[in-house]
Each structure stands twice: as structure tokens, then as C-alpha cells.
């Protein structure tokens, strides 16, 4: 903390001057700087946030601007309704199913690409293209590759003899296929950053540990899994709590890939609560169905903060 | 050894080789699909990884010349615009506040913003759509403008602090000595310094905006004020006719160059990460 400059002039009066001063007191530039996207956030987010959780207390529907609260009838009827269950628990099971597979495969590639070799750039900006492609583009790609009747993989398992030549394979109308076609796109789709994350880790731990390691007679394995993978773990942390974020919360996937389909058998919390806050017309019962995404982000949240405070200790 | 070396360096290039083919394959297959006539695409027993008639453009002058792409893409790049700049003049001074005004409460303002960044649009939508409406911005441009700072202003300030954090202080404290005032010292030293995390801002803000689809879609249905996400995949697809080599067009022509932008930036982003992400 730097004090206030030396006085310069004090004998003259004017306003702007006066001003100047003021703003090269940190106590009064700090809390200035910081006030237009402190106030922006508040009102966007944070009374947003609150709202939601009004809404699902509430019979607020898109038609009308004024609305009464019901306590817990929303909640009620939301959890009674198996669409929302079946929501609930695939949320969780894609969430879960794809980021283990993106936690093996990122941790992989996280290897190869942070060492140095010919052609890198082309590599790097393929493998880059399922992360900064928009994902309604991406799954756009997704939804003609699984085409029922003009599907690549149809006709390559048509000549395999996998099943007969010319027959539909409908990837995305099958309930187990369509379940392994979300998770699969989510999984595509998440692990680029998880990967990237993980070449800043491995990038920001010390080359001499390593070679100290094998001077030592440490060997591959021995120090890949007593020097790197510990340093590596509060970095990859951050990469899992980013895909399950990314993950638990999206509905665009769902949302072009399947509709929700067959019937309801892919349908998520935020594509549910989309579909009835939106399209539906009941703020309420969106807000309801949105607000069970809540206690895993807060669970996220405080594994952050946690994280956090114990880099600041050591 | 040196069979060993190869052998190493074989099977790097077999693992990168099979995760950039499952990584880009939906990219090369649109990419491959958009030069297809009709006849060649939708005939059932046509080998589906050839050109069984000549490549054609027909698709992209569909692209361009009937539907409304162009000004999708148009709004795309205006929000996006807009939306950096308002992101740049909200969060440069607060994240250089934090690295350096705040003292201890910067660190527990970075964390605050951080988790305000992990709140999910698809959380905020239904009242995001209220407060548009009475504000009366619905079905314009203007609507987005107005919440995707939420989405690019936290992430934003915290790859900021990362690279303020890296300035050392003596460079705008002897501006200082030298009779500028702290801003005036900033703006002359720190700000040409922290360029390269300026651009990388500019770089990832942009690309935050143009991936956003549920708000895009929750505020917007009338066609002439759509982005690129919103846009193709609900206005290009009719019912049930899908013009699938234009749809794979608009996809491919999007995804190369933005993923190109990322790649040039990749570095950056990478040590943005490591300071910010390390050090919380």
C-alpha cells in the first residue's frame, strides 16, 4: 500500500485538481476502478440469481408481469413429474460418465502436446476445433455425422457386416444410442480446455524436480506418479471443475442433438427448464427445474474457494 | 536407445494423430459434405466417402445468396464488437485495482468475480428474459449486448489480474515519481505492457459471445436480429427440410477461423492460465 503522494501545491483551488488528488489515493482509486463491473455484476447476476429462486417459490408465468407466491406447490409439482426426474438423474450421469472420460483422455494429451515437435500448430489447431467452435455449430456437425440414413459409420458398418447394408442405424432415436451420443459430444466437446489446462500445469512445474528425479534413479513411472501427477492436481482440479461446470449446464447439446429425445430419454435439467420456462410459458416451474442445478454449482464453488485458500497458505 | 527414441516418438504421433482425427472428423466430414450436389448426397448406395459427381458451390452461393447467414453473421461480429469493448473498459480497471489497490481484499474479490463466472446462463435466463423485456430490448441485437459483458467481464478481470500481477510495481511507481498521476502513469506504462493479455481478452471475449446459444435463442425470434449460433441452426432448418451441405457450410466456415484465432493465442492463454489459475 502506497500513501497519498507528496502535496503538490495545496494553494491552488481548483475543482480538478482537487479531484485528481483524490483519485491518486488508493483507498478512493481502488473502490473506483472496481465499481462499474462490481455494480454491473450485482445487478445481472447476483439479483438474477436471487430472482430465480423467487420465480420457483412463485406461480410467475412469461404472459403475465404480476405474480403470487405458492411456497412449496412449484417444487411439488416439479419433482412429481417424471420427465424432471429422468432429467435429474441424466444431468448427472452424462456429467459424470463424460468428464472421467475427459479426465483420462485430456491428462494424455496434455502430454504429448506440451512437448515440442514438427507440425504442432496444425496438430494443436485440430484438436483445438471442438472447444472454440460455437456449440450449436459443433453439434450442428454432430447431428448430420449421426445422420440415420446418411451416417459415415452406417455405411462402414454396412460394409463390415455389422448391420445389413442399407439399414438405418438411428443413432439419435434409440434411447441407449442417443444417450452415448450426448456423452460423447459432451465429451468431445469439453476436452480440449481440460487438455489445454493441463499443458499450463505441466508447463508451470520446474524442469530441474524432474531431472534432479532421475539423477536420483527415479524412474518413468516412479516420477510421473510422485513428481507430476501431485504437482499436477490442484491444476487439474480446475480442469474437472470447468467440465463438470460446462457440462452440468448445458442445454444446447441436448437441445439440437436429441430435443430432449426419444421421448424424454436425454432430457437435462437445463434443456427441460428451458423448454418449460420458455417455450412452456412457466417461469415458475423453469426456475424450479433450474435451481436443482444449484447445489452442485455451489458444491463447486466451495471446492474452489478451498483450493484456493490452501495455494495461499503455502 | 535410439529405437527407444523412435519408438517414443511413433507412438506420439499415433495418440496426436487419432485425437486430432476424432477431434476435427464432424469438421472434415461438413467440410467434405458442402462441395456435394443433391443427387451425389441423397442417393441411398452412393459411397458416402466419395465425389460420385462433381464437386459444386451451388450450396455456398445457397449459403450467401438465400438465406440469411450473411446477416447472422454480420450481428455476430457487431455484438461481438460492442461486447468487447464494454468488457475491456469494465474489467481493465478492475483488475488492475485488484492486483494492485486492494491489498489483501483483491484476493477475495478475484475469487468473488471467479464464481460469478461459474453461474450458468442456463440459470439466469428465465429472469435475464424478464428484465429484456421490460427494459424493451427482446428481438434486438441490443439484448445481448446488454448481459454477455456477465459472461466475458468475470473471466475476463481474472486473466487480467494474472497479467498485472506480472508487471513489476517500480515501473509505474517511478512514472509517479516522474509527476503522473496513477492513472496517467498506468495508461503511459502498464497498459502497452499488458498487450498481450489485452489480446488475449479481445480474443477470448469474442469468442465467449459467439458461442452463447441459449440466450441468443431465449431473447431473439425474429431472423433479421439473429447471431451465427442462433441463427443457422434454427432459421437455416425448415420443418424438416435440412439444406445439410449449406447447414455444414455455415458450420466449417465459422469453426476454421475462430479455432485459428484461438491457436494464435494459444500460448498466451496458456501462461494466462498458469498465473491466474495457480495463483487463484
Redesign the interface.
Known amino acids: 500500500?502506497?500513501g497519498p503522494?507528496p502535496s503538490r501545491g495545496t494553494q491552488i483551488v481548483d475543482e480538478s485538481v482537487h479531484v485528481?488528488h483524490l483519485?491518486?489515493r488508493?483507498r478512493v482509486?481502488?473502490?473506483v476502478?472496481?465499481a462499474?463491473?462490481?455494480i454491473?455484476?450485482a445487478a445481472?447476476?447476483?439479483?438474477?440469481?436471487v430472482?430465480?429462486f423467487v420465480?420457483a417459490f412463485s406461480d410467475a408465468t412469461?404472459g403475465s408481469e404480476t405474480f403470487s407466491f405458492v411456497g412449496l406447490e412449484t417444487f411439488k409439482r416439479t419433482i412429481a413429474d417424471p420427465v424432471f426426474q429422468g432429467a435429474i438423474r441424466n444431468t448427472i450421469v452424462f456429467t459424470l460418465i463424460s468428464q472421467v472420460i475427459v479426465i483420462v483422455?485430456a491428462t494424455?494429451?496434455g502430454f504429448?502436446?506440451s512437448?515440442d515437435?514438427k507440425g504442432k500448430?496444425l496438430?494443436?489447431?485440430?484438436?483445438?476445433?471442438?472447444?472454440?467452435?460455437?456449440?450449436?455449430?459443433?453439434?450442428?456437425?454432430?447431428l448430420?455425422?449421426l445422420?440415420s440414413?446418411?451416417s459415415?459409420f452406417n455405411?462402414i458398418l454396412g460394409q463390415l457386416h455389422v448391420v445389413p447394408i442399407?439399414t438405418p442405424v438411428a443413432w439419435l432415436g434409440e434411447t441407449n444410442l442417443a444417450v452415448g451420443s450426448v456423452v460423447a459430444l459432451q465429451a468431445?466437446r469439453t476436452?480440449?480446455l481440460a487438455a489445454?489446462?493441463l499443458?499450463?500445469?505441466l508447463?508451470?512445474i520446474p524442469p530441474e524436480l524432474d531431472e534432479q528425479a532421475q539423477i536420483d534413479g527415479a524412474g518413468f513411472w516412479r516420477r510421473l506418479f510422485d513428481i507430476t501427477f501431485p504437482l499436477l492436481a490442484?491444476?487439474m482440479m480446475?480442469a474437472i471443475l470447468f467440465g463438470i461446470?460446462a457440462t452440468?449446464?448445458?442445454?444446447?447439446v441436448v437441445?439440437?442433438l436429441t430435443h430432449g429425445g426419444p421421448g424424454d430419454a436425454t432430457q437435462v435439467?437445463?434443456s427441460w427448464?428451458?423448454y418449460t420456462?420458455?417455450q412452456g410459458g412457466s417461469?415458475a416451474q423453469?426456475?424450479a427445474i433450474?435451481?436443482f442445478?444449484?447445489p452442485v454449482?455451489l458444491g463447486?464453488?466451495i471446492l474452489?474457494?478451498r483450493?484456493?485458500s490452501g495455494?495461499?497458505v503455502t | 536407445m535410439a529405437t527407444r527414441m523412435l519408438m517414443v516418438?511413433i507412438l506420439?504421433?499415433v495418440?496426436?494423430a487419432l485425437?486430432?482425427l476424432?477431434?476435427?472428423?464432424?469438421?472434415a466430414?461438413?467440410a467434405f459434405?458442402m462441395f456435394k450436389s443433391n443427387d451425389d448426397?441423397?442417393t441411398?448406395?452412393h459411397?458416402?466417402?466419395l465425389y460420385n459427381s462433381p464437386p459444386t458451390l451451388d450450396n455456398l452461393k445457397l449459403l450467401f445468396g438465400e438465406t440469411a447467414f450473411g446477416t447472422f453473421v454480420l450481428n455476430s461480429l457487431e455484438i461481438g464488437v460492442i461486447v468487447v469493448l464494454l468488457t475491456l473498459?469494465?474489467?481493465i480497471?478492475?483488475a488492475?485495482?485488484?492486483a494492485?489497490?486492494?491489498?489483501r481484499w483483491g484476493?477475495h474479490?478475484a475469487?468473488l468475480?471467479?464464481?460469478?463466472y461459474?453461474?450458468?446462463?442456463?440459470?439466469?435466463?428465465?429472469?435475464?428474459?424478464?428484465?429484456v423485456a421490460d427494459l424493451g430490448l427482446q428481438d434486438t441485437i441490443w439484448s445481448l449486448v446488454?448481459?454477455y459483458?456477465?459472461l466475458t467481464?468475470?473471466f475476463s478481470?481474472w486473466l487480467l489480474v494474472g497479467f498485472f500481477r506480472t508487471i513489476p510495481r517500480d515501473i509505474e511507481?517511478q512514472a509517479?515519481v516522474d509527476g503522473y498521476?496513477?492513472?496517467g502513469a498506468v495508461v503511459r506504462t502498464i497498459l502497452p505492457l499488458a498487450l498481450p493479455g489485452i489480446l488475449t481478452v479481445v480474443i477470448f471475449t469474442f469468442?465467449l459471445t459467439?458461442?452463447?446459444?441459449?440466450y441468443a435463442?431465449?431473447f431473439i425470434s425474429t431472423s433479421s436480429q439473429m447471431t451465427?449460433?442462433?441463427g443457422?441452426?434454427t432459421e437455416l432448418i425448415r420443418g424438416d427440410v435440412?439444406f445439410?451441405q449449406s447447414?455444414?457450410a455455415?458450420?466449417v466456415l465459422?469453426?476454421v477461423p475462430?479455432?485459428?484465432?484461438?491457436?494464435l493465442f494459444?500460448d498466451r492463454?496458456?501462461?494466462g492460465?498458469?498465473l491466474g489459475?495457480?495463483?487463484?
Not at chain 1, 445481472?44 to 440469481?49: A, Y
Not at chain 1, 496438430?123 to 454432430?142: D, G, K, N, Q
Not at chain 2, 459467439?210 to 441459449?214: K, Q
Open positions: 500500500m502506497i503522494p485528481h483519485l491518486d488508493d482509486l481502488g473502490p476502478l472496481l462499474p463491473l462490481l454491473y455484476l445481472l447476476v447476483v439479483v438474477p440469481l430472482t430465480v420465480y412469461t483422455l494424455v494429451l504429448v502436446m512437448a515437435f500448430w496438430v494443436r489447431f485440430l484438436i483445438l476445433l471442438p472447444w472454440t467452435t460455437p456449440v450449436a455449430l459443433s453439434a450442428l456437425a454432430w448430420w455425422m445422420d440414413l446418411f459415415p455405411w442399407g468431445w476436452l480440449p489445454v489446462i499443458m499450463a500445469g508447463t508451470s490442484p491444476i480446475v461446470v452440468f449446464t448445458d442445454m444446447a437441445y439440437i435439467l437445463a427448464s428451458f420456462g420458455i417461469l423453469g426456475a433450474g435451481v442445478m444449484f454449482l463447486v464453488c474452489m474457494l483450493r484456493a495455494v495461499e | 516418438s506420439r504421433w495418440v496426436l485425437f486430432a476424432v477431434c476435427a472428423f464432424p469438421f466430414w461438413g459434405t448426397l441423397y441411398v448406395g459411397v458416402p466417402f473498459l469494465a474489467s480497471p478492475a488492475y485495482a485488484i494492485r489497490l486492494t491489498g484476493g474479490l475469487m468475480i471467479f464464481i460469478i461459474l453461474v450458468p446462463p442456463t440459470l439466469l435466463f428465465l429472469p435475464l428474459s424478464r428484465v446488454l448481459v459483458p456477465t467481464a468475470p478481470t511507481e509517479m498521476s496513477r492513472v469468442a459467439t458461442n452463447d446459444f441459449i435463442v431465449a451465427v449460433s442462433a443457422v441452426p435440412f445439410w447447414l455444414m455455415a458450420a465459422v469453426a475462430v479455432a485459428l484465432a484461438y491457436n494459444l492463454f496458456v501462461k492460465l498458469a489459475g495457480v495463483k487463484g
